[in-house]
T-cell receptor, first 111, second 118 residues
């Protein structure tokens, strides 16, 4: 089993809709969870971090964490064309702050 | 806050030469820096983890004698690709992290260096 899995394929959403991204992880002891956004040809940019079960909202972004189910998600409300990017889920694997990354989900917002 | 710079942003070199890439944390002290490589349409691949003043820890399959990492200060780490070959052409990205501060556990990425070996 991969450390972090993001299985869904490219996601196309109309402008103004909600984009929903999911991620599962294998290490039950993980404590820190992150979502990064990566535009084509650019490096990843941290958009959300979450450490406790439940929801965390920041602007149009909401991260949801369920440690019992080893599941973390990201919702993007009122999607904009500028949200079109690849979203990477990352989980801290302990010691030295090493992060394990999922393969990413491409989001395309259609005007 | 939490700004990381990388230099150069792109470099073209001839096969057999060496290339040095610098990574700097501009507004915080990075106790740990990470080096990643990313091939087109693939996810990030962690190459090595370095702590200031210590030897880097390399991921399995990454040649430590080919990818030399130095983390001499809390704000600077360098990656040197020695005897570069065309298959080393990739997007190299560093990230920095700090313990015991408000940015603890979070990694902040530099803008990346695109290396092309001809």
């Amino acid at each position: 089993q991969k450390e972090v899995e993001q299985n869904s394929g490219p996601l196309s959403v109309p402008e103004g809709a909600i984009a929903s991204l999911n991620c599962t992880y294998s290490d039950r002891g993980s404590q820190s969870f992150f979502w990064y956004r990566q535009y084509s040809g650019k490096s990843p940019e941290l958009i959300m971090s979450i450490y406790s079960n439940g929801d965390k909202e920041d602007g149009r972004f909401t991260a949801q964490l369920n440690k019992a189910s080893q599941y973390v998600s990201l919702l993007i409300r009122d999607s904009q064309p500028s949200d079109s990017a690849t979203y990477l889920c990352a989980v801290n694997m302990g010691g030295n702050n090493r992060l394990a990354f999922g393969k990413g989900n491409q989001v395309v917002v259609i005007p | 806050g939490a700004v990381v710079s990388q230099h150069p942003s792109w470099v073209i070199c001839k096969s057999g030469t060496s290339v040095k890439i610098e990574c700097r944390s501009l507004d915080f002290q990075a106790t740990t820096m990470f080096w990643y490589r990313q091939f087109p349409k693939q996810s990030l691949m962690l190459m090595a983890t370095s702590n200031e003043g210590s030897k880097a820890t390399y991921e399995q399959g990454v040649e430590k004698d080919k990818f030399l990492i130095n983390h001499a200060s809390l704000t600077l780490s360098t990656l040197t690709v020695t005897s570069a070959h065309p298959e080393d052409s990739s997007f190299y990205i560093c990230s920095a992290s700090s313990h015991g501060t408000s940015v603890s556990y979070e990694q902040y990425f530099g803008p990346g260096t695109r290396l092309t070996v001809t």
